[in-house]
């Protein structure tokens, strides 16, 4: 059995990366070793756990970032262009002779970038964790949970083909479930576990859909070949797919389409947004790793991944632009008037998962022209940083407060001086105030949208000048505005060291990734070029973002009636976006009103009435049958006898008179 | 009036009835079994008449009836043990006393 394990698995081919590459495989297989390792033995770790988790991924963000460094400073760049590294590849399945599927690691520029991102956040997640989750019941089970996130994630930005990504995908989406359902012994947080299931894996279906479409016409899952004759416009999969159209649009559009839309289900793109605030039950280190960082941005790594594909496609690529423009300032209108400290970053994230999207939708692929893709990536990379730096900031000041809303904070800049620092970096960055890491990733989005689409772009300034705005309202009304109130809570500071670290070392990469020339490492077409920054562009949102800034420090620096008299002036306005423009209450009509009554109770009617029926029916005629016929079986041998005589006679008379 | 093959099989058949009379109303097993002899030794009239009157030259028939007395008496046997042990269980020979096959 070993045996053909392994001669399954193609020996290592010869590694441009040298010794380091094999290395790649352990760090996937160490978080897996973490989940099995804790899943099997929690009784026996208990409070060991959290500390052999955070060594493991430890080792794993060493590895990571050797890999990083040898792919992109030594080996990884050929010609000027960064190749796609097939690591190793075990056979699994062979659905035909020449369709294959296989696992294993592949390295390309994307996905070595998101293997750095993945086990970076993730091992800061884990060593907050382990102060912030301390003393739960289920601390083994949290930190196999992560685990299992940790090597799904992992296993997905680094798949070779479709189908393992998909897989990946969906192990990410289990980790997902049982992380926001951590608490179940809340039932808003069992709903909130099972809506986010249910409207990802509904979205997971159009994306199952697309792989198949694509597969089906390439007659490969491998994600080069399928990118090879889908953007080879002479290749016969090319001709094939787009010559056959449904609803008037080609196959192909059809096919990237319903991927995306399997993405916007991952990223909470509009509308199947609606499970990403309510994920927000789950513990505050999770919603920072998952929520905000690495998984909800798989959407845009899955466009990422697919983008030559996509570049061809006009009608897929404008799509997936129109649908992150709305959702980045949907959800930024919705953020300025939520209560919830976690739900405002909820929808900050989405609002910035938009950001990606949108500078994927306006890309175009190839050199310099590919600005939008660098730009998208580059904001994915910064945005993993300054997100689940203020997520883990406001985990704190959960810890501290023991609350989520808003209005039982203020004041706590002296209570929390590491916190309160940190929290401000992220916000810095994320408003895009120079020179922190969100304002060099907002610029390139912005200029490569300003090239592409005014309208868009239009959109994005407005949707930049909201975020600094909600941001810093949520800033100032955490750490300044009113005095806190101490005198109920026994002041236990800021947290174990454990829990400062990781604030202060991504504050350190907040405030300094902006400054990686990032379009030399991920490109479109895995040609480096450098893009610069210009300073006359960049004024116009810059100074937008301080208005933004100022308007909020206006109304929340200090406790004052103006934020009333304002909501009360657009209490329309400000209803509508509290109730988050009754996205939700439009669901719930659709599935409780519209399916539930047309085809649920219709379907339900038939199965009791009909299908029921019919069994029933069929139960109570053998049952009679069997109630006539018991009789002849009396035991007594002479009757049996005379059936005996009686049947030869029969057949006689058939034989004699029918026959002949 | 000599006899001819019609007054045989008219015998047989004769024979066969009584025997399936006997069957099916006698609730005495020893009875029964006297039937089933009745009815097997209608059969092997049949076998040697028709051998006798049809095809003189060969002994077929002959053979066939020495084979059934054989098997009756076999079964006969066989059929007396059966019986002796269920007197020796049910206490009784009757037919209706031992419908335990129905179980």
Known sequence: MMKELLYHITAFKSLPLGEVGGAALWIILLPLANFILLGLGKKYLKNMAGVLSTVLLFIAVVIALSIAYHYFFIDGKQNGVYQTITICQAHWLSLSPTMNVELGIQLDALSVMMLVVVTFISSMVHLFSLGYMKGEERYANYFAYLGLFTFSMLGLVAATNLLQLYMCWELVGVSSYLLIGFYFEKPSAVAAAKKAFIVTRFADLGLLIGILILSFNTGSFDFQTVIQSLTNTQSSSFISITASSFLGMSTLTWGLILIFIGGAGKSAMLPLHIWLPDAMEGPTPVSALIHAATMVVAGVFLVAKLFAVFAIDVTALQLVGYVGSASALFAAIIACTQTDIKRVLAYSTMSQIGYMMFALGVSKYGGEEGLGYSAALFHLFTHAFFKSLLFLCAGAVIHLVHSNEMKDMGGLRKLMPVTHIAFLIACLAIAGVPPFAGFFSKEEILSATYKNNKGIYILALFTSAVTAFYMFRLYFSIFWNKSFDNHHHEHHGEGTITMKLPLLILMLCAAAVGFIPFSEFISSDNHPFHSAIHIGFSILPVVLGLCGITLAAFLYFKQNDRPDKIVNSIQVLYKTAYRKFYVDELYLFITKKIIFNGIAKPAAWIDKNIVDSCMNGVASITTTISATIKNMQSGKVQQYALYFFAGVAVLLMAVLYVWK | ?103
């Open chain 2, 1 to 103: 009036m000599t006899v001819g093959l019609t007054h045989i099989i008219v015998l047989s058949t004769a024979l066969f009835f009584i025997g399936m009379f006997g069957l099916f109303t006698r609730r005495n097993m020893i009875t029964m079994l006297m039937s089933i002899e009745l009815l097997l030794n209608s059969v092997n009239i049949n076998f040697v008449a028709f051998n006798k009157y049809l095809y003189p030259a060969k002994m077929d028939g002959v053979f066939f009836s020495v084979f059934i007395i054989t098997v009756a008496a076999a079964e006969a046997a066989v059929a007396i043990a059966i019986i002796i042990n269920l007197y020796r269980t049910h206490k009784s020979i009757d037919v209706d006393d031992v419908a335990d096959l129905k179980q």
